[in-house]
């Protein structure tokens, strides 16, 4: 299955390096690909557990979706990830 989901705090092409790279690694999940224009993250899944660990990954590198609580913590993670996501081009 294909989802397309919103995302809180995406800001460059750091951030969606990061995204693509750490929601490939996980189990099940493939074809990421990031809009910063629409703040929109897409990705294949096959079952609703993979689905979900995927939302808890985002939500850890400070890219919560939309109907999340965006904290401060969070905000900061998503600077750390922009900065490796920069890096590590």
């Known amino acids: 299955m294909q989802t ?3 995302i809180q705090n995406l800001k460059c092409h750091g951030c969606a390096n ?6 490939s690694k996980l189990n099940g ?3 990421v690909v990031v809009n910063n224009e629409s703040d929109e993250v897409s990705f ?10 995927a939302k808890k990954k985002l939500s850890e590198l400070g890219y919560p979706i ?8 969070k905000k ?3 600077f750390v ?3 490796v996501g920069r890096i590590t081009k």
Do not use: G, M, P, W
Request: proline share 0%.
């Open 4 to 6: 397309t989901i919103q």
């Open 76 to 78: 900061a993670k998503s």
């Open 44 to 53: 294949d899944y096959h079952t609703a557990t993979q689905f979900e660990l």
């Open 18 to 23: 990061t995204i693509v790279t750490k929601l």
């Open 66 to 73: 939309t109907d999340q609580v965006n904290s401060f913590s």
């Open 81 to 83: 990830s922009c900065a």
């Open 29 to 31: 999940i493939s074809e």
